[in-house]
């Protein structure tokens, strides 16, 4: 199977060449219920590669353009140490495959797979077709089961959306500030190693708005009231659609939430307007931000804080407990709030940069006890719910200092040039135009950066492209 990646998947993509260590890592713990027929589960982990066949490809970077392709090898059931091992042993993307199984001792079975190809309902699902096969029955046939034609008609779609997408996000989008909260000022973007903790969260249900819209709103109302007048948080919206009903994939997406809670609002109001807004977004959420806005760096995180919800299949797995939650050991930004919501309740997973908030219980603890206060009268106003603190000045980034223009006599101006002209399709193109201008994104970029360092040797990080965005500007970061 050879396929060209998903809008989705070349964030990702992108976002992993940055430095993304194990951020991407998916894992699912299964305490087993008994010892396991080792030779059965190997089959049934055999079978579920054959059925999801997105598990046993790798990337071959063609270009600066990565296509899927069978790995080198099929993934087998593995033995490890620990399960901390298992989880964080790195994938070798070039080779694959994308997933692993391994056994921990006879009790605990560890499923890693990577974010490329993997994401929170596809747990559901592998979890699902893993225990039919490790008993002997086949799940049901799935049907629209090629990827490189579900990825091809969400291009499509992608492509359609994006003028009104672009609209969308032209009045909404800006570059969120730093998030204040008790002991830190939350400002990474980036993936780093964490901290993490799970605590059981009661989420409250009525009749106006979602629990998932609840659990956002009473979000932004805490940032709120610790000074942040502005709150932004990222939130991973699914993006499948019948088609892609039963398949293990990437369908999510990453999207902003900015809002403004004020203490005299009461929640189910704030609940009701973050509910509007969010269904405003829900109309673009298979769009990428960073193909509706142009010149939007790439992060590992679109905000500091950022949410996922999702719920949990409504039975429990014959093959034993299993933790939907377990931490890869990263955070991508500063907080992530991760809640799993199952028949018995929501559980959350905080997990935490600690060079930027040394300690989350504070925030878990406040969180908690607004959800509480808000079930018992959502009607209250927001500064009855939680004291709010006198909002904090907005920062404003120090500018940096452009590169020095290039000699427009410079011949690598003319070699870079002509390589944009044959990535972005047009000619001329001046030493002074910048790309996003000229309808260039991140897929363009990474075209233009593997071209220059295959026909000319030389090399640019994103970070850098995207701070000289013009050929003069490129080759005076390379002339540098």
Known sequence: MNSQLSYTQHGMWIAARTGAGTAYHMPIVVTLDAAPDRGALAKACRAVVER????????????????????????????????????????????????????????????????????????????????????GSTPAELEHSDHAGRSAAQRERVEALLPEATAFWAGRWHEPDATAVP?????????????????????????????????VAAVHVLLASYGNAEVATALDLSTRTEREAGHVGPYVNELPLFSRPSADTPFARFAADVRAELRGIYRYREVPLARAVPGLRPHAALAPVSISYRRLPGTASPLGEVQWLAANGSVRGALQLQVAHGPSGAVASLR??????????????????????????????LGELVDFAPALPATVAEPQAPAAPADAG?????????????????????????????????????QI????????????????????????????????
């Open 52 to 135: 999801h066949p997105l598990l046993g490809c790798a990337l071959r970077d063609g270009d600066g353009d990565p296509v899927l392709v069978p790995a080198a090898e099929l993934p087998g059931l593995e033995e490890a140490g620990s399960v901390e091992e298992a989880v964080t042993r790195p994938f070798d993307l070039a080779r694959g495959p994308l997933v692993r199984f391994a056994l921990v001792g006879d009790e605990t079975l560890v499923v890693v797979a990577h974010h490329l190809v993997f994401d929170g309902q596809s747990k559901d699902l592998l979890v699902a077709d893993l225990a039919a096969y490790y008993e």
């Open 183 to 215: 002991g830190g000022s939350l400002r990474s973007r980036r993936a780093a190693a964490a901290e993490a903790s799970r605590f059981p969260l009661e989420i409250p249900r009525w009749d106006a708005v979602t629990q998932f819209e609840v659990l």
């Open 352 to 381: 935490h940069d600690p060079l930027e908030l040394p300690d989350a219980g504070r925030f878990a603890a406040d969180l908690a006890g607004l959800l509480a206060a808000v079930a018992a009268d959502p009607q209250r106003p």
């Open 410 to 446: 410079d011949p690598l101006v003319a070699q870079v040039r002509e390589i944009w002209e044959q990535v972005l399709e047009r000619s001329p193109i001046g030493p002074h135009e910048d790309i996003f201008d000229l309808g260039g994104h991140s897929l363009t970029i990474t």
């Open 449 to 480: 950066i593997a071209r220059m360092q295959q026909q000319l040797g030389v090399e640019i990080g994103l970070d850098d492209f995207f701070d000289n965005s013009t050929i003069a500007g490129v080759v005076a970061v390379v002339r540098r």
